[in-house]
T-cell receptor, first 113, second 114 residues
Framework: KAGVTQTPRYLIKTRGQQVTLSCSPI?????VSWYQQTPGQGLQFLFE???????NKGNFPGRFSGRQFSNSRSEMNVSTLELGDSALYLC????????????FGPGTRLLVL | DAKTTQPPSMDCAEGRAANLPCNHS???????VYWYRQIHSQGPQYIIH???NNETNEMASLIITEDRKSSTLILPHATLRDTAVYYC???????????????FGQGTILTVHP
């Protein structure tokens, strides 16, 4: 079974721009969670989607948003990029997000200049 | 989810067993212990999880104390490729309402030496 895939793997943007990252979960998994990893803050939960609905959200500003499609694929968007948004963005999928094991993708490395 | 405490770093010789401890003294009766590892700049990799009993799979063994306040991840024959950050996480069981949220601490940096 194919694992979680994320595209693109690397991205360079400038301040003020917006960015969209994509995540395809493991086949049959309906929950997708997003995380941000920075050297200073570590791995932090952004939000989780299930059946095209956001069910849980971490403490991030409204510039961070996401959505999920009917095939469970998910995208996250960051608007008005700031230098501090430079990070590794990870998505993880699980069967239904209620306690099943989560499996992570390789991440998207975003650099904001 | 209960908080976990791990040593910031550990060393291990190649071929030896690596024993990584984790304290989770506030764990609730229905919370599971999960272990993930993250090799530099890659996504975290699931290793193993357990509730009360010791667990073993092809990657590692998990020993949970009887009072469930601590656990140890054992890599029986560490290799250089096991050098990574290891995270111990406590989370609610299937059916819980944390909805996809895993709370990561700082983890333990395991360095395996030749």
């Amino acid at each position: 079974k194919a694992g979680v895939t994320q595209t693109p793997r690397y991205l360079i943007k400038t301040r003020g721009q917006q960015v969209t990252l994509s995540c395809s979960p493991i086949s049959g998994h309906r929950s997708v969670s997003w995380y941000q990893q920075t050297p200073g803050q570590g791995l932090q939960f952004l939000f989780e989607y299930f059946s095209e609905t956001q069910r849980n959200k971490g403490n991030f500003p409204g510039r961070f948003s996401g959505r999920q499609f009917s095939n469970s694929r998910s995208e996250m968007n960051v608007s008005t990029l700031e230098l501090g948004d430079s990070a590794l963005y990870l998505c993880a999928s699980s069967l239904d997000g209620t306690g099943n094991t989560q499996y992570f993708g390789p991440g998207t490395r975003l650099l904001v200049l | 989810d209960a908080k976990t405490t791990q040593p910031p770093s550990m060393d291990c010789a190649e071929g030896r067993a690596a024993n990584l401890p984790c304290n989770h003294s506030t764990i609730s009766g229905n919370e599971y212990v999960y272990w993930y590892r993250q090799i530099h700049s890659q996504g975290p990799q699931y290793i193993i999880h357990g509730l009360k009993n010791n667990e073993t799979n092809e990657m590692a063994s998990l020993i949970i104390t009887e009072d469930r306040k601590s656990s140890t991840l054992i890599l029986p024959h560490a290799t250089l490729r096991d050098t990574a950050v290891y995270y111990c996480i406590v989370r609610v069981p299937i059916g819980g309402t944390s909805y996809g949220k895993l709370t990561f601490g700082q983890g333990t940096i395991l360095t395996v030496h030749p």
